[in-house]
């Protein structure tokens, strides 16, 4: 998958990532603006972090800063989320890696608000019920998951919904997060999720969380 050419899609203000991204950008400013103190955040396969860094810069503005840490492996995009912080006047910790190792962003954990946007979508079940599990020992208690998936399969299901963004919402709740928000446009094949963790399980995060399925 040429990941830089599919977020040329942003750029088509009609498109149906830039409605997700909108959307994307007014969750995130509410969960970090009700934590208490100095929120912190994890962004994975965060891209050019166009959903993260003007919810920090419009914070930093109202005297909000917040910890924050975006990991994407295609080094292009990560330079680009970089630029685009230094010029928003917004400090963000950007590290060229690959977000399906824990390893790279442990000395992060736990966080306020850990972001799976465009993640979820692009791996198998098994690993995405990996991922999601994990998900439960990156959090604090209280800690939420900003989610997102599309109503498409990627490859063979592992279940019967016939959407499998429902599923994903199903196995939040079932690792002890209580569903928030969950997103469905009038119109195109995105949905996009708020999880709390309501019950905290915490477990030894494993090697490795998913690996891309294109």
Known sequence: MDWQAWHRDYDDPESPVSQRLAE???????????????PR?????AGDARDTVPVLAALAGAGRRVDACAVELDAELAGAARRSAEAAGVTLDVRTADAADP????????????????VLGNVSDADGGTTIRAAASMLVPGGAVL??????????????????????????????FETTAYVVPAQGHWRLGVARLATPSPAPLPDRLFTFVR
Do not use: I, K
């Open 24 to 38: 994307v950008r007014t969750r995130l400013a509410t969960l970090l603006g009700a934590v208490r103190g100095r």
């Open 147 to 176: 989610w997102s998936r599309s109503d498409r399969f990627r490859s063979e299901p592992g279940h019967d919904y016939a959407d499998p963004a429902a599923w994903v919402r199903d196995r939040f709740e079932a690792q002890g």
């Open 103 to 118: 390893a790279t962003y442990a000395d992060r954990l736990p966080v306020d608000v850990l972001m799976l946007v465009g």
């Open 41 to 45: 955040l994890l962004n994975l396969c």
